[in-house]
T-cell receptor, first 112, second 117 residues
Framework: KQEVTQIPAALSVPEGENLVLNCSFT??????LQWFRQDPGKGLTSLLL?????REQTSGRLNASLDKSSGRSTLYIAASQPGDSATYLC???????????FGIGTKLQVIP | DARVTQTPRHKVTEMGQEVTMRCQPI?????VFWYRQTMMQGLELLAY????????DSGMPKDRFSAEMPDATLATLKIQPSEPRDSAVYFC???????????????FGPGTRLTVL
């Protein structure tokens, strides 16, 4: 059974700082890995989707990397802003129907 | 601006009562997902449908939960009878996927916050 772990559970940084969020998974035979953002009381918003044949994806100040062999993915946020404050979840897709497993998330607070 | 809609947004009910949650996927999307989110377990996939057919509901307690798609514009998740441990936020998401489940982005609804007393 796939397990997805996100460390740290919470992170507080001053505005402008670059930061890295970590995601690890136990089953390296994944199809895709996806990073989401969740604001309080809201649903999830997809940030980046990395397919198994890719090593990384970039969108604006966000860069996500995937290393299947080590079972790790990272989300890099450059020049953090208060508007980046949210919970960030990673999700791995594996198994016959690409069953999705989510991490618990990292709660990020960017302090002005 | 196309969105996934869910009703009700909040539901408080007593143990033993039937609960029905509804989801309207984005028009044209062929895949619908139901998730449950709790503080302890995080986000769990309960069931998903492609082209209205259930593909996997192994994450769902079969004895009390049921999920259906009566038509392409409506997905329902029912709990009967409800129990306090069912208290959670239930999310619906939809996507457009030609083959495998996750080759495209999932779009999440705002969720239904369920409290069972």
């Amino acid at each position: 059974k796939q397990e997805v772990t996100q460390i740290p559970a919470a992170l507080s940084v001053p505005e402008g700082e670059n930061l890295v969020l970590n995601c690890s998974f136990t089953d390296s035979a994944i199809y895709n890995l996806q990073w989401f953002r969740q604001d309080p009381g809201k649903g999830l918003t997809s940030l980046l989707l990395i397919q198994s044949s890719q090593r990384e994806q970039t969108s604006g100040r966000l860069n996500a990397s995937l290393d299947k062999s080590s079972g790790r993915s990272t989300l890099y946020i450059a020049a953090s802003q208060p508007g980046d404050s949210a919970t960030y979840l990673c999700a791995s897709y594996s198994g016959g129907y690409q069953k999705v497993t989510f991490g618990i998330g990292t709660k990020l607070q960017v302090i002005p | 601006d196309a969105r996934v809609t869910q009703t009700p947004r909040h539901k408080v009910t007593e143990m033993g009562q039937e609960v029905t949650m509804r989801c309207q996927p984005i028009l044209g999307h062929n895949t619908v997902f139901w998730y449950r989110q709790t503080m302890m377990q995080g986000l769990e996939l309960l069931a998903y449908f492609r082209n209205r057919a259930p593909l996997d509901d192994s994450g769902m307690p079969k004895d009390r939960f049921s999920a259906e798609m009566p038509d392409a514009t409506l997905a329902t998740l029912k709990i009967q009878p409800s129990e306090p441990r069912d208290s959670a936020v239930y999310f619906c998401a939809s996507g457009l996927t030609p083959y495998r489940v996750t080759t495209d982005t999932q779009y999440f609804g705002p969720g239904t916050r369920l409290t069972v007393l």
